[in-house]
């Protein structure tokens, strides 16, 4: 009996650290968050829920888009990357939040139109 409680027991812990995780994913960024950031644009994607659902957003249309761009996966990857330089950049705008969020907002809608990726839209973006 004792063996079936600690088997029990241990099956609850696993399964609550498997939903920490899972909840976890489901609110920070796309990207780990970490103590040394690359940028101090992505310093506050990981402090702001809003600009983090922006980022998850853009992962996953992102990674729609590849799949359909077939022949135009090089070009695309290569636009993600200057579309992330040029978000860096929102460093030196007076209102951080707003430009980083703008700037999420017109890649998603380029992203979308441009190879048919239909998302959900978080609250941030409405």
């Known amino acids: 009996m004792h063996s079936i409680t600690r ?9 609550a650290a498997g939903l920490a995780v899972s909840a976890q994913a489901q609110t920070g960024p796309s990207f780990k ?15 702001s829920e809003g600009l983090a ?12 888009a590849l799949k359909k761009a077939g022949s135009q996966a090089k070009m695309l990857k290569a636009e993600q990357r200057g579309w992330i330089k040029g978000r860096n ?13 703008d700037s999420y907002n017109q890649r998603l809608t380029e992203l979308q139109k441009g190879y048919g990726v239909v998302t959900s839209t978080p609250a941030s973006q409405k």
């Open 7 to 15: 088997a029990a027991l241990l099956s609850v812990a696993v399964l």
């Open 33 to 47: 968050c970490s103590a040394n950031m690359a940028s101090s644009v992505e310093t506050l994607i990981c402090s």
């Open 53 to 64: 659902s922006l980022d998850r957003q853009m992962a996953s249309t992102y990674s729609a």
């Open 89 to 101: 950049d929102c460093w030196k705008a007076d209102d951080k939040q707003a430009c980083i969020r």
